[in-house]
């Protein structure tokens, strides 16, 4: 993850998600209800899950990551912040067909699928297919194109700077992003701007939800 420091020999520290965290807490307290098993894929440091399952003491947090060596940073924070509502981080590989975990009424994944091939954010969506209860929400956080455009001169920037570094990597276009979604029988339900030209995206589960 691009700005990563760190503050521990096993906390790992990213400054974004420390700025980034009391906005999209807010916006998860109004979707994720009380009781709720939530799957964070891509949980990258930990500081998200470890905050997010604080602040919502009535949820059981799942985190998870693709990079098996991020697991002992995300197990640290829980335990730092203490907070009881953490499970054991598990390594999920979004791309992967095959997910090592139950049912859930959230997936939450920030900041994932625009620093990931296509194939990821294919993954996903059938993961939260799979994975996700009749009703149950998909979460999304990052910086999308809406209507093929991007939202600002800095996500211009920011999306030239993804490519250079990867070809296969770049800010989704939202469009797109819900075409897939829809076939995955995950319908859009709202999107909420956030600060610095982000947006939540919301998905809900329709049919029968996962096995
Ligand atoms: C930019 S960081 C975001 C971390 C955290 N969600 C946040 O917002 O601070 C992207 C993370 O995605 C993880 N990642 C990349 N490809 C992945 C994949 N296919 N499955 C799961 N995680 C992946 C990386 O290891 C990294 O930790």
């Known amino acids: 993850m691009s700005g990563r420091t760190w503050n521990s020999a096993v906390r790992h520290y990213a400054p974004a998600a420390e700025r980034n965290r009391g906005p999209i807490l807010e916006v998860l307290r109004r979707l994720v209800p009380d009781g709720a098993r939530v799957l964070e894929v891509a949980s990258g440091t930990g500081q998200h899950a470890a905050f997010f399952a604080a602040g919502l003491p009535a949820t059981r947090w799942q985190p998870s990551e693709g990079d098996p060596s991020a697991l002992a940073s995300i197990a640290a924070w829980a335990e730092s912040e203490g907070a009881s509502n953490v499970c054991a981080p598990v390594v999920v590989d979004a791309a992967s067909p095959d997910w090592p975990v139950g049912v859930f009424d959230v997936v939450y994944c920030s900041n994932l699928i625009h620093i990931a091939p296509w194939a990821c954010t294919l993954g996903l ?3 939260a297919q799979r994975h996700l209860s009749p ?8 910086p999308f194109r809406v209507d093929g455009r991007h939202t600002s001169e800095s996500n211009v920037a ?7 570094q990867d070809p296969r990597w770049g800010v989704r276009d939202l469009r797109e ?22 947006l939540v995206v919301v998905f809900e589960r329709g049919g029968d939800g996962a096995a």
Do not use: H, Q
């Not at 009703?135 to 990052?142: E, I, Q, S």
């Not at 979604?181 to 030209?197: H, I």
């Open 135 to 142: 009703g149950g929400l998909l979460v999304l956080y990052g």
């Open 125 to 127: 969506l059938r993961g």
């Open 177 to 198: 992003v819900e075409e897939i979604a829809a076939e995955r029988e995950l319908s859009f339900r709202e999107k909420v701007a956030m600060p610095a030209n982000n």
């Open 158 to 164: 920011f999306d030239r700077g993804l490519r250079a």
